[in-house]
């Protein structure tokens, strides 16, 4: 099972940009789906993002289409999170999370999430 890390996170004013990254060991991440997760204070987690395998179909949530883009970069066994044009309600602690159950298969935020990353802060304010 693939273990994830997030990095990446941090205080930005709002329209500001951050970039996050979810690196992998002990497993190739193109064999998983790899979705974004948030979580922001007194909020249930919902899905921002997702990358399918085998596949280049991607999800994005309404509320950051157009702002968010997500990618993978297979050498570094790693997938990010281009974050733009910020905003105060995207503050939140920030996953990543790997679906192996989805190859060949669209992604989606409700998919088999099995491995976690710790999580990263990220705060939008001025």
């Known amino acids: 099972q693939v273990q994830l890390v997030e990095s990446g996170g941090g205080l930005v004013q709002p329209g500001g940009s951050l970039k996050l990254s979810c690196a992998g060991s002990?497993?190739?991440?193109?064999?998983?789906?790899i979705g974004w997760f948030r979580q922001a204070p007194g909020k249930e987690r919902e899905g921002v993002s997702c990358?399918?395998?085998?596949?280049?179909?991607?999800w994005y949530a309404d509320a950051v289409k157009g702002r968010f883009t997500i990618s993978r970069d297979v050498a570094n066994n790693s997938v990010y999170l281009q974050m733009n044009r910020l905003k105060a309600e995207d503050t939140a602690v920030y996953y990543c999370?790997?679906?192996?159950?989805?190859?060949?298969?669209?992604?989606?935020?409700?998919?088999?999430?099995?491995?976690w990353g710790q999580g990263t802060q990220v705060t939008v304010s001025s």
């Open positions: 990358v399918s395998s085998g596949t280049d179909r991607i």
């Open positions: 002990g497993f190739g991440l193109e064999y998983y789906a």
């Open positions: 999370a790997g679906d192996p159950y989805a190859i060949g298969k669209p992604c989606s935020q409700f998919g088999e999430y099995v491995s």
